[in-house]
Each structure stands twice: as C-alpha cells, then as structure tokens.
C-alpha cells in the first residue's frame, strides 16, 4: 500500500492560492446546484447573483483572517476584540454597498436587467457567522499543519541520529579487520558500499517499498556472516508477501544491529543471532534474538544502557509514525534477549 498523500500540502505557499480558489470555485457552484439564489435570475443575471453572493461570504473571510485574527493569535485580546467589533460594524454596513458596486459593474458589462439592491437585505448574520467559522477553521488548519511540521523536524533529528549510529556500529567492524589484515575486508567493504547507497540515497522518502528495506538488511547481515566467526550461529528467515508494502526507512536495522552488538554465549554454548521477518494481512512481525553469557549478565546490562539511544530513537520513531499500530515487547533473560515487534502497515 503507497504512502497517504499528504493533504496539507494544499495549504503550502505554493499551492496556497489554488486551493483558496478552488474552494470559492465549489461554493460558487453548490449555490447554482442547490439554488441559493432568487428564482427570477437567469443566464448572466444569474451568474452575476451567486457571484455577489460569494463575495459575501468571501469578504468577511478574508477580513477576519488577515486583518484581525493574528491580533488574537499574539494575545493581543483588547486591540484584536476591538477590532473585530469595527470589522463588523464595517462590514454590516460596507459590504452591502460593495455587493451593489460589483452588481452595477456587472449591469454595465453584461447588460442585465435584473439586479439586488444589497442594502435592503440583512446580512448581520452571515457575516457574523463566517467570521467565526472561519476563525476556527484557520486556527485548527494553522495547529494541524504546525503540528506536521513538529512531527517531521522530530523525524529529520531522529533520522539524522540512526544514520550515524549505523555508522559508528560498521566502520569499528571494518577497522577491526584492518588491524589483523583480514581477506574478508574487501568484500566487507562491498557490502558496505551498497548499505551507504541505500542509507544515504534511499531513504530520503518519508516511505520505501518493504522489499528494499528487507535487502538492505539482508546484505547487512550478509557482512556480519563475512565479519564474525563460522562458530557463530546466524539465521535470517523472510516469510510472507512484500508486495506493495511499504514502511519509514531504517526503521527496523536497530534492531538487527542491537543483536549482533550484544551477543555472546557461555564457552559451552554456541553463540547465535536469530532474525525472523513474517508479513502478513499487512502486520509485519519482526523477532530479533541472540544469546547472552550469563556470567557476563551483570556487565553486560549497563553496556546495553550505555548503548541504548538506537532502540531509544526507535520508540520515538515508532511512536511518531505508528501511534496506535505498532507493539514492541523486549525479553531479557540471563542467556537470552529477545525484541518482538509487530507493525500494521495498512
């Protein structure tokens, strides 16, 4: 399933106008449709009614909005309250000779006969109306599109802190094989050319397809098989249809790399890092295990919490963009940790 779009985007500098304009373009139609309008108007003269009488809803909009509720916004009560008490005085009294100067223009540019004489119709109660409707609707607009923008500076902060984490995790693997001049080392850096193509060049969407996070963390854990010793135990099993999936980038690596960071097994046991993906009526179940020294249990745990901000900026992230549709549960034994986690993708 692709990406929501993203409607608030409307209301952007760039698409701005044309969202305002398309609004009016809907009023100015629903009045025709449901025939808010004097029977007697017809052709031009009818077109030239409604069109006053979406001005009349328009003007007080705009005066509202531009002129006195960023008074209110500031906390400036006593100057914003006066003025929208002069607003109204000006515009029950204005609008109706504004409304009769656009009908007389309308009279001479298209010959019409029949016109309204807009002082002698009451109009307190729209303009009223619409000042308040649209002060509401601008400040929940206004609160619902900063929101957004918290929410995704949040996302870029956490973003930019999983990516050096990563990092940090690969380029210490690759120095340690530096050191003893290890044969794996070029094929390890293979593999880290394209995990950094992925990191650096895919992931600047909000979502990517499930299918290339799962291969950006297969090759991950390709390069730890090539880095870690035959003794240790790896598997990776992918199960159910990635088609169509799609899921916030580096949202599940932490977790592979939290295991292979905290393994160790006692010497009579093999050390093993387990990883199971399993899609499924669009839940992804995801359960990343590895094995624990009970003697090094003590020492092991304030080592986990010093290491801790990648599962840390993972809850955030999980909490930011799957709030109410994700579960995580983490076991932590003395020879075994275990995180569980399930994400509805719908």
């Known amino acids: ?17 044309y ?65 929208y008490v002069i607003q109204l005085i000006l515009l029950i009294y204005g609008l109706p000779l504004v409304l009769n100067a656009a009908g007389w223009v309308f ?39 900063l929101d957004k923008e918290q929410k995704e500076m949040e996302l870029r902060h956490l973003k930019a802190q999983l990516n050096p984490h990563f990092l940090f995790n690969t380029l210490n693997n690759l120095y340690g094989l530096s050191v003893v001049q290890s044969p794996k080392l070029p094929e390890l850096m293979l593999k880290l050319s394209d995990l950094l193509r992925y990191a650096l060049y895919d992931t600047n969407q909000n979502y ?71 899609i499924q009526d669009d839940v992804l179940h995801l359960k990343v295990g590895n094995s624990l020294d009970a003697a090094l249990y003590g020492a092991e745990k304030p080592a986990r919490r010093k290491g801790g901000i990648g599962l840390s900026n993972i809850r955030q992230r999980l909490h930011l963009i799957y709030p109410q549709k994700h579960t995580l549960a983490v076991i932590h034994e003395r020879e075994y940790y275990e995180v569980d986690l399930k994400i509805d993708l719908s």
């Open 107 to 145: 009279v001479k540019l298209f010959h019409i006969d029949n016109r309204v004489d807009w002082t002698q119709e009451h109009i307190a109660f729209s303009v009223i109306a619409f000042t308040i409707v649209a002060s509401i609707f601008k400040i929940a607009l206004d609160k619902l599109i």
């Open 1 to 17: 399933m692709a990406k929501q779009f993203d409607w608030t985007v409307l209301f952007s500098k760039r698409y701005k106008v």
């Open 208 to 278: 990517v397809s499930l299918q290339k996070e799962l291969t950006h963390i297969t090759n991950y854990v390709e390069l730890e098989k090539i880095r870690l010793d035959s003794k240790t135990q790896i598997e990776l099993d992918i199960q159910g249809d990635l088609t169509d999936q799609y899921i916030a980038p580096l949202m599940l690596i932490i977790f592979i790399e939290n295991g292979f960071k905290h393994y160790s097994a006692a010497q009579d046991q093999q050390a093993f890092v387990r990883i199971f993906f399993n």
């Open 19 to 83: 969202t305002q304009l398309l609004f009016w373009i809907i009023v100015f139609f629903l009045y025709i449709i449901l025939g808010e309008y004097p029977q007697q108007f017809t052709g031009a003269a009818l077109i030239c009614i409604v069109l006053q009488e979406t001005l009349e809803l328009a003007i007080p909009c705009y005066s509202q909005n531009l002129l006195v509720l960023p008074f209110l916004k500031q906390g400036k009560w006593l100057l914003g309250i006066g003025l």
